[in-house]
Antibody
């Protein structure tokens, strides 16, 4: 069974960096698919932040392009999100997910709530 | 970015009722439209991909249709576990974008 699990601090101070880990079991992230970070803001708006493909290429939402980095550790079958210079507007629940062409997101993590506050 | 307009934002309905949620894209998305269900605990379940294909394990009371810019999700007969938030999402063009959500509530 494929499972994705987010981990990371639930509280980040403004101007600092937000760092999250997605641990994947049941599927090797270099075998296929795109591995994404998606967030849901208070009030229900959802935003696709970016992804790293199975080959290691990345694609970022232009709204975040200067602040975001998605990387991976293939030996641990994990991928990571770093979001720099956070503000209170980055308070959200962050999800990692697997997606592919013509398949949408077929696996989601359970989500981790991150609050940006001093 | 492609804007996704989802309606209604709230949908009161009764058990056994047939309901439809709509999603309109700001430009044609060639059937690259997916649907998700979110429960109050935050868990998100994929429902439908590429307009009309059910994800694994999704009951047949769920169906999707549409083309061009207009798409819909239909639940043929509501079960208690169906009362949740629903989102459409396009993956025709990056950045992929979501609708604003529909809260399906018990009437």
């Amino acid at each position: 069974e494929i499972q994705l699990q987010e981990s990371g601090p639930g509280l980040v101070k403004p101007s600092q960096s937000l760092s999250l880990t997605c641990s994947v079991t049941g599927y090797t992230i270099t075998s296929g698919y795109d591995w994404s970070w998606i967030r849901k803001f208070p009030g229900n708006k959802m935003e696709w932040m970016g992804y790293i493909s199975y080959s290691g290429s990345t694609n970022y939402n232009p709204s975040l392009k200067s602040r975001i980095s998605i990387t991976r550790d293939t030996s641990k079958n994990q991928f990571f999100l770093q979001l720099n210079s956070v503000t209170t507007e980055d308070t959200a629940t962050y999800y990692c997910a697997r997606s592919g062409y013509y398949s949408g997101v077929d696996y989601w993590g359970q989500g981790v709530m991150v609050t940006v506050s001093s | 970015d492609i804007q996704m307009t989802q309606s209604p934002s709230s949908l009161p309905a009764s058990l056994g009722e047939r309901v439809t949620i709509s999603c309109r894209a700001s430009q044609g998305i060639s059937n690259n439209l997916n649907w998700y269900q979110q429960k109050p605990d935050g868990t998100i379940k994929p429902l439908i991909y590429y307009t009309s294909n059910l994800q694994s394990g999704v009951p047949s009371r769920f169906s999707g249709s549409g083309s061009g810019t207009d798409y819909s999700l239909t639940i043929s007969s509501l079960e208690p576990e169906d009362f949740a938030m629903y989102y459409c999402q396009q993956d025709a063009s990056f950045p992929f974008t979501f609708g604003s959500g529909t809260k399906l509530e018990i009437k």
